[in-house]
C-alpha cells in the first residue's frame, strides 16, 4: 500500500494498517514521509490542546475581563489632570558641523501641541534637501512621544544631534521629563 492510496481511499484503511505502514517505512529508510507524519499528528494535537483551554479555566471570564478594562477607560476619562505648564519655550542654538540648530517648543498643560525649528541649516542645496526632510520627522516624532526621548534621522545625524541637544534645553526650561 503506497501513501497516496490512503489518501484516495481513506475509508479503507485501518489505524492499524496506518501504524504498521508507518512503521516499515521508518525501517526502510522512508524518514521523510515519517516526519511528515509527526509534525502534522504534533499540529494536530497541539491545536486541540489549545482550544480545549477556555479563560474560565485560567482564572479569568471574558465578561470580568471586559468589564475591568471599560471601568479603568471610565476612570481615566472621567479626571483628565490639566497640570504643567503651558507656554511657548525656545532651547538654546545647538552648534553643529554645517550650522546651528534651534527649537522652540510649545506646551498645552503639560502636553507637546507644536514643535518648531526656526534655525537649522540651509546654506546649501544639500542642507535645505536633507533638513527639508528630516526636521519634519523628527518634530512630528516630538509630538508623538511627548519627551524628548526620539530617534535620530538616518542621513542627517548633525542635524538630529543638534535638534536633540536644543529640544533638551527647551524641555528643561519649560521643567518638562
Known sequence: ?????????PKLISWRTLINYSAKTAVFGDMKNRRVLLIKTGTVFGVGALASILPSQIGLSTASASTKVAKQAVKKVAHPKKTGKTGNFLGQVAQTQFGPVEVKVTLNHGRI???????????????????SQAIPMLQQEVIQVQSSNIQGVGGASYTSQGFYTSLLSALAKAGHK
Open 1 to 9: 500500500m503506497r501513501w497516496c492510496e490512503i489518501f484516495l481511499y
Open 113 to 131: 501641541t507644536k514643535v518648531a525649528t526656526p534655525v537649522y541649516p540651509k546654506g546649501t542645496f544639500r542642507d535645505k534637501e536633507i533638513n
